[in-house]
């Protein structure tokens, strides 16, 4: 019976090849979408899954708001280094715990003996007990002893071979530079390490013990920060533990605060609380300190490729559904004949398989083409074949097969096995108009998602070309950030070079921003501003704008010592008229310090849109702040200035010959800013383009069906008078008042989505009206042109063909 019913399957695909290769095609575009998506999820899920012992591995997270983006306290991945200690001595629970540097910059510079120096990511420092928490499988050497002594360093084998061409470099050295005036330090290779097969959430090249995390600061009040993991021997009640951490960071805050004279209530009031807990790190990846963790960033993306292969199975059932009256005789007759419903319904779920089947081994092939631009749109190294978890992937695959199989073939099946062989032998067909509501109710649903894609679509060009075109507040085009502190040498030397019009540096630029709290009293008033450190002409260099007053000058000496300029933002908390006013700030020590405004510069961008722009003061001196910096910012007389990047190159090299120049254009970095938005951005066009071309498939063949069924009809009218517009316009009719309800149904729909996107940028438009009105349009324009094909086909034959037989 099986190798019957398959004939009669094979039979009827080849017998049908239009409508098969639509159904086919369209199962196979939503299973794609639908698979690659499964793939990105389970690189995801695969997160520090490389060994069974990193259930007991967890890293310890503290809340703190130094270096966040607002200046507020935020459960961050970095700790004070001191609560290693503090977790050692006083949770059982833990068995080891390990300090890990975070990483510095686009990385260190690596020299082996005379060769050219080249610059390594992913190079951290940490303790000597790195490898007693984390369970690397040695290649070379042994995890015990290998960073026991200082100066020593482990390698991963794929960065041994790169380095040195072979994995067997024990005992090697090379020299470490991690900053350009940093003299070097020489390091012994004293283990190798497999690469492992999944991704980590600690991600490395090399592990070095330069000895630098073995201690923490001896200063009262100065803080060194770090990532701080642990083990456990089993697996512990992070509830239970969490608790005891709390308790013990609490006492610990308590005694560092009274060391430093510090009222404890005094800083952590208005709600602020201390903490400190473990999480475990399967955890660590799903939980980003700053950003929107993966799950949620995808959640938009799988509901599109859910939708993308619902429209698929949508178009697979109308067709199938359409077809039951050319199928009714073939029932009619099988059920006179003694056929169950029951062998029925398995004859028509075997032809519903056969096309997955078939749709499958596309969308596989589909799969393997665009993984490529797959994994270049979402930064990943995903690959179907060479998967660590291939068997798993292939019995999720089955599971989607089953499914897709189920949901395309059942509902057909059961409308073609419920036929009463009576009436369809007497060529009754009143059975078949049960599927019309369904059929007329899967293509609402597949326009009104097409159209929810077109209106995205709109509004989404219109706000990234209003963020493309948004005033930054500063001069973007002629600006190159040199990634190194400032030195009054080197800046002498590039101030020098003809083209070159400022050289200056900052705490704050776009692509490498640096907020510190700044806590000042103004009228009695304590407010919270992001305070920035500058250099006398670094605004210039900016090309920011004045609003009001002047901005720092080489002709005041007091702008070295106690001026301040604010921005927009700042200037408003403080009031109106700000410019010669006073504030004071207290120091460390407990001095207040008194400063004045000078001046009020427009808002400038230096991070996201999704953000605003932070109240900020801005301020040469060091008092009562902050000059760290890696700006180095060099502005240009022409847009053509790479010839004179040359120039600075080679001043950098007879300087620093051990450590690479990087830089970054601010064009670059604006780029940057927006690619995530314009990466999301194609791949709703893409996936809309898919999505309106499957309901432009399913539209045509129902059309073509309705056409057929209706052709006796439409020659009653032809022979009664009708002209071929009137019987285009009546079958046109039907289907545009399905479109026309897609429409109206969709814009609330799209209405809420785009809302809530737009409602992740700070700076946005207003809802727009005009991607409503294009998308209607549009798809009324596309069905009229689509189903009027098929419909000046009926339209123009001849009414006798259909008629003969009456």
Do not use: C
């Amino acid at each position: 019976m099986f190798k019957l019913n398959l004939k009669i399957a094979l039979r009827n695909l080849f017998k049908n090849k239009v409508y098969a290769a639509i159904n086919i095609g369209g199962l196979a575009l939503g299973l794609t979408a639908f698979l690659l998506m499964l793939l990105y999820i389970n690189h995801e899920e695969s997160y520090d899954t490389w060994s069974p012992d990193l259930k007991n591995v967890y890293q310890i997270r503290e809340k703190h708001n130094f270096f966040t983006p607002d200046n507020q306290d935020h459960w961050q991945e970095i700790s004070n280094s001191r609560v290693a200690v503090l977790v050692k001595e006083n949770v059982p629970q833990f068995s080891a715990v390990t300090k890990v540097d975070q990483d510095w910059g686009s990385g260190f510079s690596v020299k082996i003996d005379h060769a050219d120096p080249i610059l390594v990511k992913g190079i951290k420092d940490a303790d000597s007990a790195f490898f007693n928490v984390f369970p690397y499988q040695f290649v070379q050497g042994n995890g015990n002893t290998a960073l026991k002594e200082p100066n020593t360093v482990v390698l991963k084998q794929h960065l041994a071979i790169k380095l040195f061409g072979t994995d067997h470099v024990l005992g090697k050295t090379f020299k470490l530079v991690r900053w350009r005036d940093d003299e070097g330090t020489p390091l012994k290779i004293t283990g190798v390490i497999a690469d492992v097969d999944a991704p980590e959430s600690i991600s490395f090249n090399a592990i070095s013990h330069t000895g630098d995390q073995d201690h923490d600061p001896d200063q009262i009040g100065s803080s060194h920060y770090t990532q701080v993991y642990v083990r456990s021997v089993d697996q512990v009640d992070t509830l239970s533990a969490n608790k005891s951490l709390q308790k013990v960071y609490v006492d610990f805050k308590k005694k560092s605060f009274a060391e430093e004279k510090l009222n404890f209530k005094d800083v952590y009031k208005n709600g602020k609380t201390p903490g400190l807990k473990a999480i475990p790190l399967k955890e660590v990846h799903s939980n980003p300190p700053f950003a929107i963790n993966w799950i949620n960033k995808l959640k938009p993306v799988i509901g599109i490729t859910v939708f993308l292969l619902l429209v698929s199975i949508i178009n697979f059932v109308n067709l199938a559904t359409a077809q039951s009256v050319q199928r009714a005789k073939e029932v009619g007759v099988k059920k006179v004949l003694g056929a169950y419903k029951k062998q029925l319904m398995a004859q028509f779920l075997i032809e519903s398989a056969l096309q997955s089947v078939v749709s499958l081994f596309l969308s596989i092939i589909l799969i393997e083409v665009l993984l490529p631009a797959f994994n270049q749109q979402f930064n990943v190294q995903l690959s179907f074949w060479h998967n660590a978890y291939f068997f798993s992937l292939a019995g999720q695959l089955m599971a989607v097969f089953l499914l897709v199989t189920l949901l395309a073939g059942f509902y057909p099946a059961w409308i073609l096995s419920n036929y009463n062989p009576v009436s369809v032998l007497k060529g009754s067909y009143e059975n078949s108009l049960k599927g019309v509501v369904l059929r007329n109710v899967l293509v609402v649903f597949q326009f009104g998602i097409s159209v929810t894609f077109i209106i995205a679509i709109g509004v989404m060009q219109m706000q990234t070309k209003y963020i493309s075109n948004k005033d930054l507040g500063f001069e973007r085009s002629k600006l190159v950030n040199l990634q190194t502190g400032y030195d009054e040498g080197f800046a002498d030397k590039i101030r020098r070079i003809p083209g070159v019009k400022y050289v200056s540096t900052t705490t704050q630029v776009m692509g490498n921003a640096f907020n510190n709290k700044s806590e000042i009293i103004y009228k009695g008033r304590e407010i919270n501003l992001n305070g920035v450190t500058v250099n006398i002409d670094a605004l210039q260099t900016l090309g920011v704008k004045l609003v009001s007053g002047r901005l720092f000058s080489k002709a005041y000496q007091q702008d070295t010592v106690n001026s301040v300029i604010l921005n927009q933002a700042a200037a408003s908390l403080l009031g109106k008229n700000v410019v010669g006013q006073t504030y004071g700030k207290v120091d460390y020590r407990g001095k207040t310090i008194t400063f004045q405004v000078v001046g009020v510069i427009k808002n400038y961008h230096n991070e996201g849109f999704d953000k605003a722009v932070l109240p900020t003061v801005y301020k040469v001196t060091k008092l009562g702040g902050t000059s760290n910096t890696n700006n180095l910012l060099v502005s240009f007389d022409t847009e053509n200035y790479k010839g004179i990047i040359g120039k600075i190159e080679t001043e950098w090299k007879k300087l620093y010959p051990d450590f690479p120049l990087r830089y970054q254009s601010m064009d670059e970095a604006f780029s940057e800013i927006l690619e995530e938005n314009k990466r999301f951005m194609n791949m709703i066009v893409l996936f809309s383009v898919v999505s309106i071309s499957l309901s432009l498939l399913g539209l045509f063949a129902l059309s073509t069906f309705v056409a057929k069924r209706r052709t006796k009809e439409i020659a009653v009218r032809k022979v009664l008078g009708a002209s071929n517009m009137q019987i285009v316009n009546l079958l046109n009719r039907s289907f545009m008042a399905l479109v026309v309800i897609a429409n109206l149904i969709s814009w609330p729909i799209a209405y809420i989505l785009v809302k809530k996107w737009l409602e992740g940028f700070a700076y946005r438009i207003d809802m727009p009206i005009f991607p409503f009105f294009i998308a209607s349009v549009t798809s009324v324009i596309i069905a009229v042109l689509t189903v009027s094909i098929q419909a000046r086909k009926a339209a123009v034959s001849q009414p006798v063909h259909a008629l003969k037989y009456e």
